[in-house]
T-cell receptor, first 109, second 112 residues
Framework: GIQVEQSPPDLILQEGANSTLRCNFS?????LQWFHQNPWGQLINLFY???GTKQNGRLSATTVATERYSLLYISSSQTTDSGVYFC???????????FGAGTTVTVRA | EAQVTQNPRYLITVTGKKLTVTCSQN?????MSWYRQDPGLGLRQIYY???????DKGDVPEGYKVSRKEKRNFPLILESPSPNQTSLYFC???????????FGSGTRLTVV
């Protein structure tokens, strides 16, 4: 299956700081999503982004499919941004999402 | 509101007592799947369904059953739960495979 590596594994931010999370994947994909898992365990879909750039408020994401990586940007972080961020990909012949191990983000007031 | 609904959210049960976790989506999605999340192991697919009456095994199907009699529903059945099935379970749906997935809120299952 496709290997997904996320970095860094942990990130501690002061409120208001900006950050970049990275996702590398080992094969070509036709689906890439970023999720936020909140402290209650819910998986919130942030972006469906197999290629290109998208923005949603303070969050934006870029996927460079030819180089097999994606970046998630958090700007002006808030305490509510805390949680685990997952990158997940799906290959052309797969019928499942392969998840990375996640980046745990802690935003301190 | 477009959503995937799982029930129950929390469940504590005893070894061997059959249980069903329900999953329903209101988006007319063809594709549905189940995942479990465990510390250190991440999220792994249990079963998936491409359409009504079409189901297939994922990476960790042992000890689970599914059915897809209607497009909107995809229940997960544990015929004889064991403590190693204690986990956080997620149902997901997509318009087809290879499109964006919507996840349910999760079911936290404890088997004692």
């Amino acid at each position: 299956g496709i290997q997904v590596e996320q970095s860094p594994p942990d990130l501690i931010l002061q409120e208001g700081a900006n950050s970049t999370l990275r996702c590398n994947f080992s094969d070509s994909v036709n689906n890439l999503q970023w999720f936020h898992q909140n402290p209650w365990g819910q998986l919130i879909n942030l972006f469906y982004i197999p290629s290109g750039t998208k923005q949603n408020g303070r969050l934006s994401a870029t996927t460079v499919a030819t180089e097999r990586y994606s970046l998630l940007y958090i700007s002006s972080s808030q305490t509510t941004d805390s949680g685990v961020y997952f990158c997940a990909v799906e290959g052309w012949d797969d019928y499942k999402l392969s998840f990375g191990a996640g980046t745990t983000v802690t935003v301190r007031a | 509101e477009a959503q995937v609904t799982q029930n129950p959210r929390y469940l504590i049960t005893v070894t061997g007592k059959k249980l069903t976790v329900t999953c329903s989506q209101n988006m007319n999605h063809e594709y549905m799947s189940w995942y479990r999340q465990d510390p250190g192991l991440g999220l792994r697919q249990i079963y998936y369904s491409m359409n009504v009456e079409v189901t297939d095994k994922g990476d960790v199907p042992e000890g689970y059953k599914v059915s897809r009699k209607e497009k909107r529903n995809f229940p997960l059945i544990l015929e004889s739960p064991s403590p190693n099935q204690t986990s956080l379970y997620f149902c997901a749906s997509s318009l087809e495979g290879n499109y964006g997935y919507t996840f349910g809120s999760g079911t936290r299952l404890t088997v004692v």
